[in-house]
């Protein structure tokens, strides 16, 4: 592939969700921690958009990407049956790392702030989980956007 055709790095990607009835307290309001499903859900997304996924077998070796920090905080009310916009941003890439910022809104009102760190890792091994260097194929396709030090 000439440098002309390759894919420029990805910083940034957003992806919608219906608020189903099962993300929702008897009040209609969304449930505080299906916020962290929902940005689990927008980082599994970007992930395969980029050919890869949160869990993956290579070479006999299972690949994983467990959580070591997870935060958010929630400054609207999201409802059944609204639609959720998720912007999910790279605030850090590490060797072995990725650090996400996400904002959660609907109909131009935000809702939720979040990030998210996790870490690239061999799973399954005896001795626990033993890190690794994000897959060249996909560092090269990640690049940090400019949101260090922001939510």
């Known amino acids: 592939m000439?440098?002309?055709q390759e894919p420029l790095p990805i910083s940034d990607f957003r992806t919608t969700r219906r608020v189903e009835f099962a993300d929702?307290?008897?009040?209609?309001i969304v449930h505080f921690a299906r916020y962290l499903v929902f940005m689990e859900t927008a980082e599994h997304e970007f992930l395969r958009s980029l050919g890869s996924d949160a869990f993956a077998t290579r070479e006999g070796v299972t690949i994983g990407w467990p959580r070591v920090e997870v935060s958010c905080q929630y400054l609207s009310p999201a409802h059944f049956g609204d639609v959720l916009d998720i912007h999910l941003r790279i605030a850090r890439k590490g060797t072995s790392s990725l650090t996400y910022a996400m904002t959660i809104s609907t109909d131009d009102r935000l809702v939720a702030r979040g990030r998210m760190s996790a870490v690239c890792c061999i799973m399954g091994k005896g001795e626990g989980l033993e890190s690794i260097p994000i897959p060249e194929a996909l560092a090269q396709r990640l690049a940090a956007s400019s949101t260090e030090g922001k939510p």
């Open 2 to 4: 000439s440098p002309l």
């Open 24 to 28: 929702a307290d008897m009040g209609g």
